[in-house]
């Protein structure tokens, strides 16, 4: 049966680069929810011709959300975990398409996440076609806003993860082809600082620099950094200010916050709280926006009981696979959280992710596409 699989997916190779080749092709930055449902309708369609049952779960302001369903004869249900937004900007598409150059293929998200999700459909084509009866209900789980934090997903994610028996997470594999057993949780947050403004020579009595106020801040923010626990804090990008002799009276600022556990999460987080409240300055004020957007993934015993799936997956393949924890963040960590074993970074092998130079490469996308295909047949099968 696994070499049946295997072959399949290797005879369907063109019509992998194909679908991957659309997927590129469209735009989907996560705040242009137009082109991540133009996505979902190009991904909706593929899924409803393998014989999905498939749900939308509309979002106001970025992308919609899908579940698609395809039943089996176990019990049980796999969950197929992607986004179909990219950190990338509207108009790349055009400017750069997808191209194969050498051994590397290229374009806006070809690696995060556009060859998981092309890899993601074709292993769930794969098993329906040969051994649906062997397998446990499929779901395919795609959500819009992943780049941004995934803040309107939480729920639907949360949900699904707790219905899934194990959860695939279809980011790219690591450079060195390693898939992810761990992975930092992280807080996103917005500061915005309200002071007041006066004429910087005239009367600087009457001024209240959102600057200053925000620069203090921005120094107790980054000192919460405790690499050696693993805790990251990152200041990433600061506005404000007002023309020429003029006390500024708005600042703002944007910041992440990662963790490995929740013990470090819940006490960085509610550091960060601590700092936005207090003022520096009296009199200058601050709102603060955001709050925990992932999870952190721990590799604990459900976790090493799924890679033992997957690497037995891989010696089929003649594949050695093998697991990092890695300090980004990604939607497995929420499915771990609530109780799925998950393994993350089950894509195609890729990397330089959100820059111009992000690349795919190519003889990985048949190896990775089976590779998850005998992992969710060994679960099925075995679990
Ligand atoms: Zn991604």
């Known amino acids: 049966m696994e070499e049946r699989i295997c072959q399949w997916i290797a005879d369907h190779r063109d019509d992998l680069f194909a679908c991957l080749e659309v997927l590129v092709n469209t735009d989907s930055n996560s705040h242009d929810k137009a082109g991540v449902d133009r996505v979902g309708e190009i991904m ?26 395809l039943p089996g004869g176990k019990a049980g249900r796999i969950m197929l975990s992607g986004h179909m937004d990219t950190a990338l900007p509207v108009g790349d598409a055009q400017r750069r ?33 040969i051994c649906p009866d062997e397998m446990m209900d499929m779901a395919a789980v795609l959500t819009g806003d992943e780049e941004i934090g995934s803040f309107a997903s939480h729920d639907l994610l949360r949900n699904e993860g707790e219905k899934a028996t194990a959860v695939f997470c279809m980011e790219s594999g690591r450079a060195n082809g390693a898939i992810v057993s761990a992975r930092r949780g992280f807080g996103f947050y917005e500061l915005e600082v309200f002071g007041r403004s006066a004429h910087a020579g005239v009367d600087p009595e009457n001024g209240l620099s959102a600057i200053d106020e925000l620069a203090r801040k921005v120094v107790a923010l980054q000192d919460l950094n405790d690499l050696e626990r693993g805790i990251a804090v990152n200041v990433n990008h600061i506005k404000g200010g007002a023309p020429g002799l003029t006390i500024p009276d708005y600042a703002w600022a944007s910041l992440s916050a990662g ?37 952190p993934m721990e590799k604990d015993e459900k976790v090493q009981k799924l890679l033992a799936e997957v690497q037995k997956a891989g010696q089929v393949i003649g594949l050695e696979v093998e697991d990092i924890r890695t300090g980004g963040c990604a939607d497995s960590g929420l499915t771990w959280y609530v109780g799925a074993p998950s393994i993350c970074a089950m894509g195609p092998v890729g990397g330089r992710l959100h ?11 048949v190896e990775r596409c089976q590779l998850l295909a005998l992992s969710m047949y060994n679960v099925s099968r075995y679990w």
């Open 44 to 69: 909706a369609g593929h899924l409803r011709r393998i014989g999905c049952h498939v749900e939308r779960h509309a979002r106001e302001k970025v992308g919609d959300c899908l579940v698609a369903t």
């Open 97 to 129: 398409p997808f191209k194969i150059e050498g051994k590397r293929a290229y374009g806006p998200g070809v690696a995060d996440m556009k060859g998981g999700l092309t890899t993601m459909l074709f292993a769930m084509e794969a098993l329906h076609t």
């Open 259 to 295: 963790f490995y556990n929740m013990t470090d999460g819940e006490q960085v987080m509610a550091r960060v709280a601590e700092i936005a409240a207090k003022t520096f300055l009296p009199g200058t004020h601050t709102v603060l926006h955001g709050g925990q957007a992932f999870w």
């Open 355 to 365: 820059t111009e130079q992000e690349y795919m490469e190519i003889d990985t996308m």
